[in-house]
């Protein structure tokens, strides 16, 4: 009878499945979803040491499912379910009853709403964080659904990240919390006052160095806004350099050339190339002004002429061959002025009959991202040109709303680039949902503007950042790296407020709240920050009192249960945070204990000491080691963060 178990647990790890016992005490959460938002969000709940040991993952992925990118599937230690219908008996079987959190991330807002309504008839207390992009129908589903809920969307979150780039500025976006507007700027552009953190330190020898140790130094800063919004000023700056040059006589070209097909514009200029040579011979043979014999010649091609047989054979033959060119000219005059109409409303339809512009840009692919990319370019008043496919885009009547045209067209060919004055434009934003294609117009686009400024989505992370290394392409951004810390923490039920893209990391800002006995509950806030990990911002005093800012904030003030921390963190620490506010794992008084010490050091103050269950991830000790035996990484943006879009060798899965 042994062998059997032997054989079962064999399959166990090769399909992925993690065996657990009966009453296991780690959360269970529920990921439906087969692109690589739903990858990063698995992953993160693995890795995520709330409690100690992680968490349960099971995923739900199509029966035939094959990823072209990041592989939710092939994640160690989560159980894979495969089913083509999200219904009750699909989540049965993925053991939602009693589960913590259920993640529906298919982009099908329909599927996802008929999914979370299955979802609550098989458990109405379990928590569901729905990916949508239709805002009323997010409204709607908030009304609809008992349990608790979040709709997000990843289009939103990450559309700001797209403009930034774009316009080559620090995200001009801003986000309001508790009484204060904060926005990411360059130390250069704000006041000393104004500046709230640290966010990153850019050097080409080392790369990103988040929330570093140095604050004077840094080149990124989270700041108070004040003044003009800086939306505001972007755009300001945007119409001083886009200048509109206009070029009357290339547009009247275009038009000539776009008004009718090239062979019969060929077989018209035959035809009167035939009328010029024969009216030039008449000239000479009547011995005629050329003028007169331009009258004869358009009289007899256009109307005939009276036969005179008194005329000599040459005169007759050129006579007759007028009358053949002038009844094939009529019909040809009147194709082209068909064919010029049928054009020009096509051209029109299409988008391809454009007026020369400079200085706009030129977004590719109208989906869910760049409906919000081109809403907030437009936001900012800066002239944009749209690129699609699909002859009705999703963003297509936002399009016309903001009147902005719409090219429908192949964006790999170098006409379709042409139609939208690639070659004059500020930025390339390619946003569609195809990482071939979105590469070939990248390249395209390159050829017509060698120096242009390319912002590229891919959805592979490695495919990504060789790209940008070896094409030099400019900026490439990834929607589910940056929204995947807001699905986290509505997921595990943290208060993510925004998430800020920096290089190729992102930086949750969130806010904690001290459970009673927890590790920092009678702690002097100095314990909170960490170099590199977490940057206290705000405190607000429990009985909602007025929140307490960075510029009055003493490092020496107690905690007490009840305060609400409002950090900017990666999330590794952001992980930490939680951990030392969650209250204690059994009743009772938990007693502090005394500060340990390594090497004759003591630990930096607020670091947890080492035991079973527990590993900390901040500075003063040492990173986890991965599953798999690879050596961890202690530098800033290296592979212990989670959502650097870099490849990663999982460990293997734990069979118990």
């Excluded at 349960?56 to 092939?74: F, H, I, K, L, Q």
């Excluded at 002097?524 to 977490?534: E, S, T």
Aim: hydrophobic residues 45%; charged residues 20%; contains cysteine.
């Amino acid at each position: 009878m042994a062998e059997p178990w032997r054989d079962r647990a064999r399959r166990a790890v090769e399909w992925n499945w993690r065996l657990r016992s009966v009453g296991d005490p780690r959360p269970h959460y529920v990921v439906c979803g087969k692109d690589a938002l739903a990858y990063y969000v698995a992953r993160a709940l693995l890795e995520s040491e709330l409690p100690a040991g992680g968490a349960r993952v099971t995923v739900v992925v199509p029966e035939r499912y094959r990823s072209n990118g990041p592989d939710v599937a092939g994640l160690r230690g989560v159980r894979v379910v495969r089913s083509d219908r999200l219904d009750v008996s699909t989540f049965e079987a993925a053991g939602l009853a009693g589960a913590t959190g259920l993640a529906l991330l298919h982009q099908d807002d329909v599927g996802n709403l008929h999914a979370a309504l299955c979802a609550q008839a098989v458990d109405q207390q379990v928590r569901q964080v729905l990916r949508m992009f239709n805002g009323t129908l997010a409204d709607g589903v908030r009304k609809l659904i008992k349990a608790p809920v979040e709709v997000l969307s990843d289009a939103e979150m990450a559309a700001p990240a797209f403009v930034a780039a774009a316009l080559g500025e620090v995200d001009p976006s801003s986000f309001q919390h508790r009484d204060k507007t904060l926005r990411v700027a360059r130390r250069a552009d704000v006041r000393p006052q104004d500046v709230v953190c640290a966010l990153a330190h850019l050097t080409e020898a080392q790369g990103v160095e988040l929330l570093p140790a140095e604050q004077a130094g840094a080149d990124l800063v989270l700041a108070e806004a004040t003044g003009q919004p800086p939306g505001t000023e972007v755009a300001a700056r945007r119409l001083v350099r886009a200048r509109r040059r206009r070029r009357p006589v290339t547009v009247l070209l275009g038009a000539v050339r776009g008004f009718a097909t090239r062979k019969i514009g060929v077989a018209v200029m035959l035809v009167l190339a035939v009328i010029a040579v024969l009216g030039a011979l008449i000239s000479r043979t009547e011995g005629v002004s050329p003028l007169e014999a331009l009258y004869l010649t358009l009289v007899t091609t256009l109307s005939g002429a009276d036969p005179d047989t008194a005329k000599p054979a040459g005169a007759q033959i050129m006579q007759v061959v007028l009358n053949l060119a002038g009844l094939a000219l009529i019909p040809l005059i009147t194709a082209v002025v068909v064919d010029g109409i049928v054009n020009a409303r096509l051209a029109l339809h299409t988008g391809r009959l454009q007026p020369a512009r400079a200085g706009h840009v030129v977004l590719i692919g109208l989906g869910n991202v760049g409906t919000r990319v081109m809403a907030q370019l437009r936001e900012y008043d800066v002239e944009v040109v749209a690129i699609d496919k699909d002859p009705a885009p999703r963003g297509g009547a936002l399009a016309r709303q903001l009147e902005v045209p719409v090219i429908v067209g192949d964006a790999a060919l170098s006409e379709t680039l042409v139609a939208a004055s690639v070659a004059d434009c500020q930025a390339l934003v390619v946003a569609s949902t195809d990482d071939v294609a979105n590469l070939e117009a990248a390249l395209a686009a390159r050829d017509l503007q060698p120096d242009l400024r390319v912002v590229l989505r891919l959805f592979d992370g490695d495919f990504a950042e060789r790209v940008e290394e070896t094409f030099a392409l400019g900026v490439s951004r990834s929607v589910s790296y940056l929204a995947a810390p807001a699905f986290i923490g509505a997921l595990t039920e943290r208060a993510v407020i925004t998430t800020i893209p920096v290089d190729r990391h992102a930086l949750p800002v969130a806010e904690v709240p001290v459970a009673p006995g927890s590790e920092l509950d009678g702690r002097p806030l100095d314990v909170v920050n960490r170099d590199g990990q977490v940057r206290l911002i705000a405190r607000t005093p429990a009985g909602g009192g007025r929140t307490i800012w960075w510029k009055d904030l003493d490092p020496r003030q107690v905690i007490f249960a009840g305060d609400r921390l409002t950090v900017v963190a990666r999330r590794r620490g952001l992980d930490w945070l939680t951990s030392q506010c969650a209250p204690p794992a059994h009743p009772g008084p938990v007693p502090r204990p005394a500060r340990p010490v390594h090497g004759g050091l003591p630990t930096p103050t607020g670091t947890p000491s080492s035991g079973p269950g527990r590993t900390d991830p901040g500075v003063g000790a040492a990173p986890p080691v991965p599953a798999g035996g690879g050596a961890p990484s202690t530098s800033a943006g290296g592979p212990a963060d989670e959502f650097e879009l870099t490849r990663r060798q999982d460990g293997a899965a734990e069979v118990s």
